[in-house]
């Protein structure tokens, strides 16, 4: 995953890995504690997807995210800017319309937390997520989401394309809004010192290989969206509860 030396772990301290009775604590186990809260904790997992990648990735955070008692995720995808005629050329996917289009940024109010995913343009966020983030002013003014954590997931054409530029390049966003940034360090285990195949994802958050855009996910790509979901869903839970 990364360059550097501190990225290896060595065999007589081996990073922590968070198992399913302690995500990220036991008090979290669905089937020990009766959850506190009458109205469940929602996650906005807010993103953009041009072939697909990324909004499979969504889904299987979702997927972790609600398997957590007392939390569950809504999809949303943010506008799309393009003509439909350069979506044509650009062989875009087809978009699944059970997913609602986010329409206003004051709706991000409602969340408790966010993961936003998006494909990377030159190791940045693309076009359509920056202009989603542009439209939140209002709410940077009046500081309506400070204090809620929230994350990334990416999606990049090569290995090395921005599967850690993509994130923290985006985190300038979080922190003018005042934000709490959630990554996922090494939490996922053996999963992120993958060798035997390729493999997206970071300690920033999870990640797909698109290729040229007809490269599927590989089960290791869909676990660590999944375990992000969950990861986050219990970060959120714990904040809410103190």
């Not at 990648?53 to 955070?61: F, G, N, P, Q, T």
């Not at 995720?73 to 978009?95: H, I, Q």
């Not at 920056?130 to 054409?157: E, I």
Request: proline share 5%; aromatic share 10%; with cysteine.
């Amino acid at each position: 995953m990364g360059k550097g030396g501190g990225c290896i772990p060595s065999k007589n301290h081996p990073p922590k890995v968070l198992h399913d009775d302690d995500y990220p604590i036991k008090s979290l186990q669905n089937d020990t504690v009766q959850s506190p809260y009458t109205k469940k904790l929602k996650i906005y997992v807010v993103f953009y997807s041009m072939y697909g990648h990324v909004e499979v990735l969504a889904k299987k955070i979702k997927s972790g995210v609600d398997s957590v008692d007392g939390v569950e995720a809504v999809l949303f995808r943010v506008p799309e800017t393009l003509s439909n005629d350069v979506l044509v050329k650009m062989k875009a996917g087809e978009k699944d319309g059970d997913i609602a289009e986010i329409l206003a940024a004051e709706e991000m109010v409602e969340a408790d937390g966010f993961l936003f995913g998006f494909p990377t343009r030159y190791g940045c966020m693309a076009a359509q997520m920056k202009a989603f983030f542009d439209s939140t002013g209002k709410l940077w003014q009046d500081q309506r989401l400070s204090g809620k954590p929230a994350g990334f997931f990416v999606s990049t054409g090569t290995q090395g394309g921005g599967q850690e530029t993509t994130a923290w390049t985006a985190i300038t966003q979080l922190v003018h809004h005042g934000m709490l940034y959630v990554p996922i360090g090494y939490t996922f285990g053996a999963g992120m010192f993958e060798m035997d195949s390729i493999c997206g994802g970071s300690p920033y958050g999870a990640g797909v290989f698109a290729g040229d855009g007809t490269r599927e996910p590989t089960e290791t790509e869909l676990a660590l969206a999944e375990h992000q979901g969950k990861y986050m869903a219990s970060i959120v839970k714990r904040l809410t509860s103190t």
